[in-house]
């Protein structure tokens, strides 16, 4: 979820330098920060481990927060990169979409227990534009998640909102509250700043526990039962709530992408947060599993043998409902040939004594031949194709085995992200069945 204010994806000019001592296990700890190619990420690289192959930003690279509870771990079998959290919260206010983090130790420093220090850091090394593009994350659904009292959820929005409250049976943490738009400027002066907090009731526990060996009272605020901060002051006094959500912001930067939508959130910290983020990766995929990716292209075809349209699409038997394509107009239209034999599988139970193709076979043969033209097209390649809707079905005869299906799909609307085309399936001539079809083409894993 990277800073979605510039359309390209960014990393840093210079290489960086940064030292301290990590949060919870108070090891010393070196990190170099160096530019990325475009694409890349955010990676992680334990030069303590001899250069070990680098572990991705990722929700998928998430390990078990009940074995490392209070921070957000990740890891790949072989290394693991503890509080992560703060760097990528500041990655997202920089609006840096690739950066390769060398890191000597297991725990990214804590420095002052902010994401402002970082962000410094960042400013300094200067923002290199990079070409490629970034692709949001446009949120179309609710989506959400919640444990107890506490739960994250997302709704549609074209702009990056958060909406936190914080609340607990303490002194001056009954109830805060934070929304609005995540801005570059706005997480920089309201958000970067906040630091980590934890009750002083805590503290001897987690020092029970192995955590909090680097903590102190310089970059963790200590709050007593009676709402007082022990040897520090707040720097602002909503400050606790500012921090959850600079939290929240890091966690979901592990998707990696831009997020258009409105999180609004109840008592999260890192255990939820992954949670959410792991279901809003799930919804991803199934919107990608659900489409056609482009990456293939016949240039200036104007005919398809099937081993090119198996190129073009994923389908294969039984479910590929075009043998040929003897027309193809760029943009205008398409003919394609499906010859029906007693040998197609639905025959079996449709009907055993009469076979008949059923007419969803018919509508899905004609959309294949629509995906055929939309997505044998260069500047799709990478996109994916959705068959999102249908309207005027008209079913006029039956189709039997021995016939020949003629399928002719003319384009009535073609925008970049939406297509619209008139459809039809002929048999000797006459009119099978008749409908037009909607499709949606967008970016990477977008979901229509």
Known sequence: MSNPAAENQRTIQRVMRVEG??????????????????????????????GSQPVEAAVTSVLEAAKRPRRTSIGNGRVEVHTVEHLMSACFGAGIDNLLVEIQGEEVPGLDGSAYPFLEIFKQAGAEVQPAPRRPIQIREPIWVEEKDAAVAIFPDDKFKISYTLSYPVRGLEAQFYSNEVTPKRFEKELAPSRTFCMASEVEQLRKIGLGKGANYENTVVVESNGRVINNHLRYADEFVRHKVLDLIGDLNLMGRPIHGHVVAIRSGHTLNIRFAQRLRQWLDRGRESGILAQYVEPEAVTLDIHAIQRILPHRYPFLLVDRVIEMVPDKRAVGIKNVTINEQFFVGHFPKRPVMPGVMM??????????????????????????????????????????????????????????????????????????????????????
């Open 21 to 50: 001592v990590g949060l919870h296990t108070g090891k010393p700890v070196r990190v170099k920060f160096k530019p990325a190619p475009a694409n890349s990420g955010i990676r992680f690289q334990r030069i303590d481990m001899g």
């Open 363 to 448: 509508i899905e043969a004609l959309a294949q031949l629509c995906g055929i033209l939309l997505l044998n097209k260069a500047e799709n390649l990478g996109k994916y194709a959705y068959f999102v809707a249908m309207d005027d079905v008209k079913f006029r005869r039956a189709v039997l085995p021995g016939d020949t299906l003629v399928l002719e799909a003319e384009v009535l609307k073609l925008r970049s992200k939406t297509g619209q085309m008139r459809t039809r399936a002929l048999v000797e001539g006459k009119p099978a069945v008749e409908a037009t079809l909607m499709f949606a083409l967008l970016e990477g894993e977008d979901k229509p």
